[in-house]
């Protein structure tokens, strides 16, 4: 049946074919709405791997022949090529300045020093500057002579320095009673000073480094009054974890010999100290240590010490404030040293019991600065000079118109308030000023004899075209109580007040060349007749000119 239905259907498709013949050329249209349908993407389940590009490096070969041709090397000198203003600059190292002035007055003065050396330096200064006074016999001369020597190592400095110095001056504030002989009023100190010391060289902040000195001098005068001192001093610092710490000690032995009458004193001293240091503070704290053994006894002292300071404006404006004490020794040096006329003195040491103080200072700008500072101390034998007056009973008495030492006792203060100010504008100006005023409450004198209860200096210093340098200074001491004893009554008694005084000075150097110059000095440009010590008168008007040169 199958078979007959496929045989129906292709007979009934040939007539179709033949009906399609017989239409022929005519058009038949079909209208119908076209639906496009898409069939689903066939996805292949298969990732691209493309094939990767050999890259075959190419060899290439090369046929070449070598030859080995001796060259002779041609070696010639060439002059060598200025450095220019490169170069250090040679050195002067001798320098000599010579002068002369009224009242006969001659200065010299020497230097020679060694030039550049990376492993020692030395040199030698040799002064003579004397007067021969007026009719009060107002004579002086002093003579110094000074060596050094230092040497230079990878990480050690190690130095001498010699000294001798002989001052000769003139006990002209005698009375007129006793006459003016030259020879009886004449005192001579001989003074040879000789130090040694060895130090470290610090890699950085946090090394440890010491500085050790050896001093010994021997001082005396003509009338056999000697005194003798040796003394070792070590000053050691220290890192630890950035607090720098430093450690002062030392020890010295004094012999002061009189007439065949010995005074000898020992001295220790140990003074630590550490320091903390912030960006807008610092603290400082510590204690001093002093022992003193002599002829008699022993005593010990220690004092504690602390200082804060805080940094209102940095580097431009700071206050501090603090508390210290220590000893004053007085020693026959520097006894004289200050006040030459002094005779026999006696020997005690001032003790500053406890300071305290406080101020600021500061900048004002990069040229000019400041400090200012108030204190007030507890002083147990201060020292003070009196007049020895004729004593009536001993006309002969040599130590009559001399100067005495003498002390305080035990509870006296001084109060005192310090101002200095400095400006420096290049080397163009120089300006600084200082001033200091004392109040001093005595406990067992009547005055502050000798002691002024204001000072002011002003120091000027001007450059005009490098060529002309002025220097310009003032000095001013207020009123000092007049004291005077006598050999029947050693009480200090108050005699009235030495006046105040003015010196000024004025001084020109006029530079020729550059290693040629001249110089004039004016002091005591107010011809003022003033006392610094009792019955002792200063010079009144002088001058001096000269030149200086180095070579």
Not at 24 to 37: A, E, H, L, M, R
Not at 119 to 141: C, D, P, V, W
């Amino acid at each position: 049946m199958l078979f007959g239905l496929c045989l129906v259907g292709l007979q009934i498709q040939s007539l179709a074919q033949v009906k399609d013949s017989i239409i022929g050329n005519s058009v038949v249209d079909v209208v119908k709405t076209f639906k496009p349908i898409l069939s689903d993407a066939i996805k292949i389940p298969i990732q691209p791997n493309p094939d990767k590009p050999e890259i075959k490096k190419p060899v290439y070969t090369y046929d070449m022949t070598v030859k080995t041709i001796p060259i002779e090397p041609n070696i010639y000198t060439i002059k060598p090529l200025s450095l220019g203003t490169s170069l250090l600059p040679k050195l002067k190292n001798n320098y000599s300045k010579i002068g002369f002035g009224n009242y006969n007055s001659p200065l010299v003065e020497f230097y020679l020093n060694t030039v550049r050396n990376k492993q020692m330096r030395a040199g030698i200064f040799y002064k003579h500057l004397s007067a021969n006074g007026n009719e009060n016999l107002t004579n002086f001369s002093n003579n110094t002579l000074h060596g050094n020597l230092s040497y230079f190592k990878s990480n050690q400095q190690f130095g001498v320095d010699a000294y001798y110095h002989r001052n000769r001056v003139q006990l002209y504030g005698r009375p007129d009673s006793m006459g003016f002989n030259e020879e009886d009023g004449k005192i001579v100190y001989d003074l040879i000073d000789v130090k040694a010391n060895a130090s470290n060289v610090a890699k950085d902040s946090a090394s440890f480094t010491h500085l050790t000195q050896v001093h010994f001098y021997s001082y005396s005068n003509q009338a056999k009054q000697k005194e003798n001192n040796i003394g070792i001093y070590t000053t050691l610092r220290k890192s630890f974890e950035q607090l720098p710490v430093e450690l002062q000690a030392g020890f010295r032995m004094n012999q002061f010999d009189s007439a065949g009458t010995a005074y000898n004193r020992r001295f220790f001293y140990l003074n630590p100290e550490i320091r903390l240091e912030e960006d807008n503070y610092y603290l400082k704290a510590g204690f001093n240590t002093f022992f003193v053994t002599d002829s008699s006894a022993s005593k010990g002292h220690f004092f504690p010490k602390a200082e804060a300071g805080f940094h209102i404006i940095p580097k431009k404006f700071e206050v501090f404030a603090g508390l210290t004490g220590n000893v004053q020794v007085n020693t026959y040096r520097t006894i004289t040293s200050e006040n030459p006329f002094v005779q026999n003195p006696v020997q005690n040491n001032t003790v500053n019991k406890l300071e305290l103080y406080g101020g600021f200072k500061g900048q004002l700008s990069p040229q000019c600065g400041f400090h200012i500072q108030s204190s007030s101390s507890q002083l147990e034998n201060n020292l003070y000079f009196i007049y020895r007056a004729l004593d009536s009973l001993k006309t002969t008495d040599a130590s009559a118109g001399s100067q005495i030492a003498v002390y305080d006792g035990t509870k006296g203060t001084l109060t005192q308030l310090q101002i200095h100010v400095y400006y420096q504008n290049g080397e163009k100006w120089r300006v600084n000023l200082s001033t200091l005023i004392n109040n001093y409450k005595m406990d067992k004198l009547s005055d502050a004899f000798g002691r002024p209860e204001f000072e002011s200096k002003l120091n000027i210093w001007y450059n005009i075209a490098d060529k002309i340098y002025t220097k310009f200074d003032l000095f001013y001491i207020g009123e000092r109580a007049f004291g005077y004893n006598t050999i029947s009554n050693l009480t200090p008694k108050k005699s009235g007040m030495m006046n105040a005084y003015t010196d000024v000075n004025l001084g020109f150097e006029y530079r020729y060349k550059k290693h040629i110059s001249t110089f004039l000095q004016l002091n005591n440009l107010t011809n003022n007749n003033y006392q610094r010590w009792a019955a002792y008168t200063n010079y009144r008007f002088n001058l001096m000119a000269g030149f200086t040169f180095t070579f």
